[in-house]
């Protein structure tokens, strides 16, 4: 069926929600709402305008250090991937990175470079990174050494194998990556707002929880959750657009 994945991501949605509904009416808590209040306080915040300047503070150092981030990660990636030297360099870097406790370094960051966007961004980027330059390497790694050996029997030169070979083969695995980075981005981007400084849509959170205004906390957390799904399905369609026909990539030899 061409829709069945359409269907089956609506059903998923459904039973979730139902559950959320269920469980606010049961209650499990006095402090979980129901689906239907989070989305009428989600709407209230909608049309008063407060949820726009919320993501206005949120959406400057996630897209900053996103783009930071995927550039960057995927270069390094790349370098890492072809080099074995660099590979034994680099690797144990981001490996510490993804498995450190982000809680620990945020006071160090904030020593250093203050309260303000640069804190929020370096935040970012150390959730998202790590993930994007070791999918990136271990991509570039698992090419197919035949297709290599078959692209340089025609002669082809170093930088036509890394665009027509390597970064073709290499894209599910890059993409799915980048994927995971984004999503990290975006819970990076909410911890910094948390625990540095309380703006955007971290202040909502923060300031709802005080008040015991539940409704409203619930949706500035599923606002995010939104936004992130959403991105994460326009990356999956950027993917198909780029590299069409070439989803499924290379594991093996």
């Known amino acids: 069926m061409k829709n069945r994945s359409l269907y089956l991501k609506l059903l998923s949605a459904a039973i979730v929600f139902g559950a959320w509904e269920i469980a606010g009416r049961i209650p499990v808590s006095y402090a979980f709402p129901t689906f239907i209040d989070s989305m009428l ?61 982000l809680a620990a370094l945020i006071p160090i960051l904030v020593m250093v470079y203050g309260i303000g966007l640069t804190s929020k ?35 082809a030169r170093d930088s036509d194998v890394l665009l027509k070979i390597i970064l073709p083969a290499a894209s599910p695995v890059i993409f799915s990556g980048l994927r995971l980075g984004v999503s990290a981005g975006f819970i990076g981007a909410i911890l910094s707002e948390l625990k540095i400084t309380p703006t955007g849509v971290g202040d909502i959170i923060t300031y709802s929880r005080s008040i015991a205004d539940y409704p409203s906390m619930y949706a500035a957390i599923f606002s995010i959750i939104l936004l992130a799904v959403i991105f994460l399905n326009l990356l999956e369609k950027l993917e198909n657009v780029l590299f069409e026909g070439n989803n499924r990539g290379y594991v093996s030899d």
């Open 41 to 101: 306080a989600l709407f209230r915040m909608i049309f008063d305008g407060s949820m726009f300047v919320a993501y206005g503070e949120t959406l400057r150092p996630l897209v900053v250090g996103v783009a930071i981030s995927a550039i960057t990660g995927i270069g390094l990636g790349l370098w890492i991937g072809l080099s074995s030297r660099f590979d034994w360099l680099f690797s144990p870097i981001f490996i510490v990175m993804q498995a450190a406790p």
């Open 121 to 155: 961004v370096f935040v970012v980027c150390i959730m998202a990174m790590p993930v994007i330059v070791l999918n990136t390497a271990s991509a570039v790694r698992n090419t197919p050494g035949s297709l290599k050996e078959m692209a340089r029997s025609f002669q």
